[in-house]
């Protein structure tokens, strides 16, 4: 049922001529049917699968004219721990002010995976609940809205070819996109690589790219493939949500969202002004959502995706090691029973 529902998001997306309809149509769909408390159902591993996708598309794209420009863009990531730093100075308090308790409140607003924040939240005595939908709902609007900026502000086209049809693609490159994808996230997972599904088939790819063994991206259907299971995963992640947390927990991370796009705006701003950035990267490298979704629109604008997702990589590793060593150094405990 839920891939009948995601299904009837993309046509009714295509037939009406709105963007990304692989991503927003299922995204959308399936939000909006498990708000109407149908019992919708995340796709497990093949979701995870979908995201071995974008690891590869990321690392054939890592070349070595990329790698050469790293020094270029070292100014730009060295603004992302600032970023973060700044994130959770506005977004603590934030949380505290609307009641959640101090560990809650300091796993809300971490800008990190959702999967990792709430991993993290848990361990240390979070509410789970308030975690994950505050996580979702703040991926799921940047989401939403990144493209229509993108178009309305920068005038990007949403046009951009995401890859090549497989039948163009050789064969022996699309073996060793393969094996890249599944030896590097299940490689990752064995050492115990945060974000394996992606980062682990990127670095193998990305050697393979540099080794020249590689000059393609992963075939046009499966990066379409990847959209759509992205988009379930998205909306599925508000199935049986209640009135109560519609109210608290929900609205609560639409607010929050505000103050992430007033600092990422301001950021934005820093990079294009000094001539750090383009505007479409510039921004793209500091919206705050979810690795995987920035990927798919750093593909279809056709910004420069190295420079994206390195600042991506950045942030999320910032917020995985630093949240809970700052979390012990600051002594931030859960309220007593």
């Known amino acids: 049922m839920t891939l009948a529902i995601a299904g009837l998001g993309v046509a009714v ?43 590869v598309a990321v690392g054939a794209s890592i070349t070595p004219e990329v790698v050469a420009r790293i020094p270029q863009m070292a100014g730009s990531v060295a603004l992302v721990p600032v ?18 308790d101090p560990v809650t409140s300091w796993y809300a607003a971490m800008p990190g995976g959702l999967q990792d924040m709430v991993i993290f939240g848990q361990q240390a005595g979070a509410d789970v609940r308030a ?70 088939p990127m670095i193998l790819t990305a050697a393979l790219s540099l ?17 759509f299971f992205i988009g379930i995963g ?24 505000l103050l992430l796009a007033a600092l990422a705006a301001i950021f934005t701003e820093i990079v294009t002004l000094s001539g750090l950035a383009q505007p479409v990267e510039g921004f793209l490298a500091f919206a705050p959502g979810g690795q995987a979704e920035m990927t798919v629109l750093a593909l279809v604008a056709g910004a420069d995706l190295g420079f994206v997702i390195l600042h991506h990589l950045t942030r999320i590793v910032v917020v995985i090691l630093g949240a809970p060593l700052a979390a012990r150094l600051l002594k931030v405990k859960p309220p007593p029973d």
Request: proline letters at 6%; one cysteine or more; aromatic letters at 8%.
């Open 211 to 227: 080794g020249d063994l590689i000059h393609t991206r992963p075939p046009a259907e499966a990066i379409l493939a990847s959209q």
């Open 83 to 100: 970023y973060v730093v700044m994130i959770g100075i506005v977004g603590v308090p934030f949380f505290r002010r609307l009641g959640y």
């Open 131 to 200: 975690l994950a939908l505050i996580h979702a709902t703040r991926v799921l609007v940047i989401v939403t809205l990144a493209p229509l900026i993108l178009t309305g502000l920068y005038g990007a086209s949403l046009t951009g070819a995401v890859g090549a049809p497989i039948r163009d693609l050789p064969g022996g490159e699309l073996l060793l996109m393969a094996a890249a994808a599944l030896i590097g996230w299940k490689g990752g997972e064995r050492i115990g690589l945060f974000g394996a599904s992606i980062l682990g």
């Open 13 to 55: 997306f295509m037939l009406l001529g709105l963007p990304l309809p692989f991503l927003f149509g299922p995204m959308t769909a399936c939000l909006l049917a498990a708000l109407a408390r149908a019992p919708l159902k995340g796709m497990g591993t093949v979701s995870i699968l979908a995201r071995t996708v974008l690891g």
């Open 234 to 257: 998205i909306g599925v992640q508000y199935v049986g949500v209640t009135l109560r947390e519609l109210r608290s927990f929900i609205l609560s991370g639409l607010a929050f969202v």
